[in-house]
């Protein structure tokens, strides 16, 4: 999850240093989110399912903080 955390919104950005291709993988096949790009020049975007799941999870999180 801390690489779709790391999404800034839906549009195409690198992923985090550290991510694997199989983490990558993982993400594109629950659709959370579309990858382009060969192996060293990868980018990937939230899908709508993405950007609801992280939206939802950081209301969580703040929700436990209060």
């Not at 579309?34 to 020049?41: A, D, L, W």
């Amino acid at each position: 999850m801390v690489l779709l955390h790391s999404a800034d919104g839906m549009g195409w950005q690198s992923p985090p240093k550290g991510t694997s291709l199989k983490t990558l993988s993982e993400a594109e096949e629950q659709g959370f989110i579309q990858i382009r790009g060969e192996f060293q020049k990868r980018q990937f975007c939230l899908t709508k399912l993405g950007l609801d799941h992280v939206t939802r999870d950081k209301r969580r999180l703040e929700a436990r903080k209060s």
